[in-house]
T-cell receptor
């Protein structure tokens, strides 16, 4: 079982809608969680980090963490075509000093 | 520009050839990492260096070696390339050994082994 699981998608949302991306993790010792955005042919770019239960907002992005359910999510409000990318979830479980990544969810924002 | 620099960006090798992928960061980060990314497999850790002078195996180390030359530089060597090593390779660095602050990635090396 992979330590970080994501639905590969694609997830299609209309422009202006809220995109909801989900991630589950298996290692209960995980303390830090990250969302990366990766455009096709480019490298991953860190967009959000979250360490405590609850919500963390940064502009149009909100990360949500529920450690009891071992669940992390990313909400993107007012989705734009430029948000079309693959979103990678990562945690520092399984060893502490390295990140484990999910396989990513492809998001398509349609005009 | 500050960040992680990888060279080369593209490379084609014949089976059995060797090569070294170079990575340098100028953010004074302690930890550095090499990942490979394959379709449907996501990012998989090859080797990492938690701090200068140390290196450790990751999830898929077979066929690779690494050298942490100094705090800035972390190289990945393929001694005898195989078609299964065709992939996109990313170097990354992190401020904290625990990875608490996330990684900064280089732009990647696209390697094809024929």
């Amino acid at each position: 079982q992979k330590e970080v699981e994501q639905n590969s998608g694609p997830l299609s949302v209309p422009e202006g809608a809220i995109a909801s991306l989900n991630c589950t993790y298996s290692d209960r010792v995980s303390q830090s969680f990250f969302w990366y955005r990766q455009y096709s042919g480019k490298s991953p770019e860190l967009i959000m980090s979250i360490y405590s239960n609850g919500d963390k907002e940064d502009g149009r992005f909100t990360a949500q963490l529920n450690k009891a359910s071992q669940y992390v999510s990313l909400l993107i409000r007012d989705s734009q075509p430029s948000d079309s990318a693959t979103y990678l979830c990562a945690s520092n479980g399984g060893g502490g000093n390295k990140l484990t990544f999910g396989t990513g969810t492809q998001l398509k924002v349609e005009l | 520009n500050a960040g992680v620099t990888q060279t080369p960006k593209f490379q084609v090798l014949k089976t059995g050839q060797s090569m070294t992928l170079q990575c340098a960061q100028d953010m004074n980060h302690n930890s550095m990492y090499w990942y490979r990314q394959d379709p449907g497999m996501g990012l998989r850790l090859i080797y990492y260096s938690a701090s200068e002078g140390t290196t450790d195996k990751g999830e898929v180390p077979n066929g690779y070696n690494v050298s942490r030359l100094n705090k800035r530089e972390f190289s990945l060597r393929l001694e005898s390339a195989a078609p299964s090593q065709t992939s996109v390779y990313f170097c990354a660095s992190s401020e904290a050994i625990t990875g608490d602050y996330g990684y900064t990635f280089g732009s990647g090396t696209r390697l094809t082994v024929v």
